[in-house]
């Protein structure tokens, strides 16, 4: 997961080999990785679960003399909530297309019919058997498509020589 990772990472970079003291630095590791802005959201993640960041020490620095607090009803409270999670989400849906449409934009349809001839490319795990060394091919081919037979959520497709199946 990317939160381990980041937190290692963030352990790693404050313990610089005093590895026993590891625990006292996590609650301020943790409450630095739950108020940073995340590039997806455009938020942190305390602001997308409550709906504002926590109170940091700076917060508890006197406030000007003028005492005008407008305090929020709970329905109201509920309702922006809502509208913040929908903020949010609207904002992940962009960066998941974002990167599905710069992921995808160079990959092409494979459409291909029976009688077709095709070239297998012969990866490690799925066809182990087959490449057992870095040096040997690394496809094998051509076969004619015999028939294609759909099953639920996978595709068989009958090859000359052998049955391969795909995932949709």
């Known amino acids: 997961m990317v939160v381990n990772r980041s937190i290692s990472t963030l352990l790693r970079v404050l313990l610089k080999g005093n590895h026993k003291s590891w625990d006292e630095y996590l609650p301020h590791i943790k409450f ?3 108020t940073v802005v995340h590039s997806t959201t455009k938020l942190s993640p305390f602001e997308v679960v409550y709906g504002f960041n926590p109170l940091t020490p700076l917060d508890f620095l006197p406030l000007p003399t003028s005492f005008v607090f407008i305090h929020k009803e709970g329905v ?55 490449r057992k060394s870095k040096l040997s091919p690394r496809g094998d081919g051509p076969f004619q498509i015999i028939n294609w037979i759909f099953l639920r959520n996978m595709v068989c497709i009958l090859l000359s020589i052998l049955l391969i199946w795909f995932l949709l």
């Open 32 to 34: 630095a990785y739950n």
């Open 76 to 130: 109201s409270k509920s309702n922006f909530i809502k509208d913040f999670h929908e903020k949010v989400k609207n904002q992940i849906q962009a960066q998941v297309e974002k990167i599905a449409y710069f992921k995808n934009k160079d990959k092409r349809v494979w459409s291909s019919n029976e009688g077709d001839l095709v070239w297998l490319h012969l990866r490690k795990e799925r066809f182990p058997n087959l």
